[in-house]
């Protein structure tokens, strides 16, 4: 298979790609570290394009306030003076939440977006995990004395998903498990770290999949947060978090 394939990367990147052709795409990304890393850099590109885009440009919600704070009614007669100098300050909140927003939202992607790069360069790299193994017994105790909490992976003799192995991951400096699971030829990664105030406010909802071709779901479980981030369907990837909520509980 040919790796000249600039065109097809950028389409890749920007969720073009039609069915049959993001299948190929995804199976050639996992057989060609240069291609995956070719991926992984135009990612990083355009969400650093899109971050600067957005950093001066209001919200539409802004947008719509300003238009109806425009088309307002003249005040009358009997209001007085104080009333503008209130509307400057209601302007002022208005903008100042607006700000907060926006913030925390772009903090919130560019969270996640590190995390998708951690999954696409574990994809990338010759040796995706540390540990190789199958077996949960196996690879929950090589993580033991490595990090500062431990974990439990489910039981799964009947499922379709495949424990792969696992390989330490830091995030927002905080050191971390990073488990590799497979389902029909699709990679995800389940990322585990010790929960902060920093990480309260990550929702991933659709953002992954509409903005980096991934499916994900997070959530907080005995002090603990979890990301699953990967290219199989969003289906698989709430099946393969169910199982793991399942066995945080018997933990």
Aim: proline share 6%; hydrophobic share 45%.
């Amino acid at each position: 298979m040919s790796c000249d394939r600039g065109a097809r990367l950028d389409r890749y990147v920007d969720s073009e790609l039609s069915g049959a052709e993001l299948t190929e795409m995804e199976a050639h990304l996992r057989a060609c570290p240069a291609c995956a890393a070719d991926a992984l850099s135009r990612l990083q590109l355009k969400r650093m394009t899109q971050a600067v885009g957005r950093r001066f440009s209001p919200r539409p919600e802004f947008r719509l306030r300003i238009e109806q704070s425009a088309r307002a009614p003249r005040r009358p007669r009997w209001a007085g003076p104080w009333v503008p100098a209130l509307a400057a300050a209601a302007a002022l909140v208005l903008l100042a939440i607006s700000a907060a927003v926006w913030l925390q939202q772009s903090r919130g992607e560019q969270a996640l977006g590190e995390l998708a790069d951690l999954h696409v360069s574990a994809l990338a790299s010759a040796n995706p995990v540390d540990v190789v193994s199958t077996d949960r017994h196996t690879v929950k105790p090589w993580f033991q004395g490595k990090l500062p909490f431990s974990f439990n992976l489910p039981e799964m003799p009947d499922s379709p998903f495949k424990l792969m192995g696992g390989r330490l991951a830091y995030f927002q400096q905080s050191p971390g498990a990073q488990l590799l699971f497979e389902i029909r030829k699709h990679r995800i990664s389940v990322f585990i770290f010790q929960n902060r105030a920093e990480l309260s406010g990550l929702n991933s909802g659709p953002l992954l999949r509409r903005k980096l071709a991934f499916s994900s779901e997070t959530w907080t479980a005995g002090g603990l947060r979890y990301f699953v981030v990967g290219d199989a369907s969003p289906s698989d990837v709430h099946e393969l978090s169910k199982l793991l909520k399942t066995a945080a509980e018997s933990q």
